[in-house]
């Protein structure tokens, strides 16, 4: 049984060599998790002073705001929707033919990288949900990471992940030497702090939120388990249910519409709401507004959504995914099953005791500060200057 953990790298200079490019040619609004882990990775190397070169669809170069700052752009024209899946794999060969000249290295974000480039590369895995839960993605999209991943992984020089569960995997599943690993978790971008009650009031009349809600923030997606949460609520007493809202907020996945019809139906009692897309800087409001936030997800490579509502001071339940319960610590409930009636319980709980709820608040608080981008900066910048010595 595997025992070590993977090496969270040491502070080091703040330069990097130049000739390296970050891809996110798989960048599209409105962004999800995956795209804020690149615009983090970004952020982090700017704060250290490192520079790189960053490889975009050109529609989205103004919606990335701060994170290019310090770094050139390299934009690649738009591509239709259903083309966005694989473009890594001819859009960078194609116009810079398999070994461009004055690239050094290359770090493809999305865990999957093209392979007729010859360009050594490092690899972030998001995470491994094509090979532990196959059936929660579109069969397309199983078909494309499941064979390219793995391809990916072994021509990678480093390997970076945000969680020990994920590094755990890796090891376990494809037999990646822990050398070869970097641990480097997640943060919340700075306007995640709790918001002042004027804010709150005002950000929740525009979305028509009630004063008091039980929020999950996310893809509606089969792998997060919605409807084991919409289920939950549906059990709690008549009075906690007649008082607090269900608010999803998050886009749909291709595949999930029936899920998302579902969570919209009238409830026997109570109120679900959703909300299908927030912009960014209203988000910390919605969060801080709430009286729990929830996230059930059957796996997870970190969770960032719940480190942005731990940042904001809600009081979060996760289930027992190790990547959650990692990220969660003591600062928040983890669910020990996957029975409807544990959520319950534990979403009762902190609506009846505000005592707990509170304590709750105060240790998420306390819990997200561990995460920065100063760190991802730090670490991503060694990994690159391993990755060249290799």
Same mark, same amino acid.
């Given at each position: 049984m595997?025992?070590?953990?993977?090496?969270?790298?040491?502070c080091?200079?703040n330069?990097?060599?130049?000739?390296?490019?970050?891809?996110l040619?798989f960048?599209?609004?409105?962004?999800t998790?995956?795209?804020h882990h690149?615009?983090?990775?970004?952020?982090?190397? &700017?704060?250290?002073?490192a520079?790189?070169d960053?490889? $975009?669809p050109?529609d989205v *170069?103004?919606?990335?705001?701060?994170?290019?700052?310090?770094?050139?752009?390299?934009s690649?024209a738009p /591509?239709p929707?259903?083309?966005?899946?694989?473009?890594e794999q001819w859009s960078l060969?194609?116009r810079?033919?398999s070994?461009?000249?004055g690239?050094?290295?290359?770090h493809?974000?999305?865990?999957?990288?093209?392979l007729?480039?010859?360009?050594p590369?490092v690899?972030?895995?998001?995470?491994?949900v094509?090979r532990?839960?196959?059936?929660?993605?579109?069969?397309?999209?199983r078909?494309?990471?499941?064979w390219?991943?793995?391809?990916?992984?072994?021509?990678a020089?480093r390997?970076?992940?945000s969680?020990?569960?994920v590094?755990?995997q890796?090891i +376990?599943l494809?037999?990646?030497v822990?050398e070869?690993?970097?641990y480097?978790?997640?943060c919340a971008e700075s306007?995640f702090?709790p918001?002042?009650?004027?804010?709150?009031?005002? /950000?929740?009349?525009r979305?028509?939120l009630?004063?008091?809600y039980i929020?999950?923030?996310?893809t509606?997606?089969?792998?997060k388990d919605?409807?084991?949460l919409?289920?939950?609520?549906?059990l709690?007493p008549?009075?906690?249910?007649?008082?607090s809202a269900?608010?999803?907020v998050?886009?749909?996945?291709?595949?999930?519409?029936?899920?998302? &019809?579902?969570?919209?139906r009238?409830?026997?009692?109570? &109120?679900?709401?959703? /909300?299908?897309?927030v912009p960014r800087?209203?988000?910390?409001a919605i969060y801080s507004?709430?009286?729990?936030? *929830?996230?059930?997800?059957?796996? +997870?490579?970190?969770?960032?959504p719940?480190?942005?509502?731990?940042?904001?001071?809600a009081?979060?339940?996760v289930?027992?995914?190790e990547?959650l319960s990692e990220?969660?610590?003591?600062?928040? /409930?983890?669910?020990r099953? +996957?029975s409807? +009636?544990?959520l319950?319980q534990a979403?009762?709980?902190?609506l009846?005791f505000?005592?707990?709820?509170?304590r709750?608040?105060?240790?998420g608080?306390?819990r997200?500060?561990?995460?920065s981008?100063?760190?991802?900066?730090r670490e991503t910048?060694e $990994?690159?200057?391993?990755?060249?010595a290799?």
């Amino acid at each position: 049984m595997f025992v070590r953990r993977c090496r969270s790298i040491a502070c080091v200079a703040n330069t990097v060599p130049d000739g390296i490019a970050v891809d996110l040619l798989f960048a599209a609004q409105p962004f999800t998790g995956l795209e804020h882990h690149g615009l983090h990775i970004l952020r982090g190397l &700017h704060r250290v002073g490192a520079s790189v070169d960053v490889l $975009v669809p050109s529609d989205v *170069v103004r919606h990335m705001g701060d994170a290019l700052d310090g770094h050139r752009v390299i934009s690649f024209a738009p /591509v239709p929707r259903w083309a966005r899946l694989g473009r890594e794999q001819w859009s960078l060969p194609w116009r810079f033919g398999s070994a461009p000249r004055g690239l050094r290295l290359l770090h493809s974000v999305a865990g999957v990288a093209p392979l007729l480039s010859s360009v050594p590369l490092v690899l972030t895995v998001p995470d491994l949900v094509y090979r532990v839960r196959p059936g929660d993605m579109h069969p397309r999209a199983r078909w494309y990471f499941g064979w390219l991943g793995p391809r990916s992984i072994r021509r990678a020089r480093r390997v970076m992940v945000s969680s020990q569960a994920v590094c755990r995997q890796l090891i +376990e599943l494809y037999h990646i030497v822990p050398e070869r690993l970097a641990y480097t978790p997640l943060c919340a971008e700075s306007l995640f702090t709790p918001r002042p009650s004027a804010e709150v009031a005002s /950000v929740r009349k525009r979305f028509g939120l009630p004063e008091k809600y039980i929020l999950y923030v996310g893809t509606v997606d089969p792998r997060k388990d919605l409807a084991r949460l919409r289920a939950a609520y549906e059990l709690l007493p008549p009075d906690l249910a007649d008082d607090s809202a269900l608010v999803f907020v998050g886009r749909t996945n291709r595949g999930a519409e029936r899920l998302a &019809h579902e969570l919209r139906r009238p409830g026997t009692r109570g &109120h679900v709401l959703s /909300v299908d897309y927030v912009p960014r800087d209203q988000l910390p409001a919605i969060y801080s507004g709430a009286a729990i936030f *929830v996230y059930p997800s059957r796996y +997870e490579g970190f969770g960032l959504p719940v480190l942005e509502a731990m940042s904001c001071g809600a009081p979060v339940i996760v289930s027992s995914a190790e990547a959650l319960s990692e990220l969660v610590d003591d600062a928040g /409930v983890v669910l020990r099953t +996957e029975s409807v +009636e544990e959520l319950t319980q534990a979403i009762e709980r902190l609506l009846r005791f505000e005592g707990e709820a509170s304590r709750l608040q105060a240790a998420g608080l306390k819990r997200a500060t561990a995460f920065s981008v100063d760190r991802i900066g730090r670490e991503t910048a060694e $990994v690159y200057r391993q990755a060249l010595a290799a």
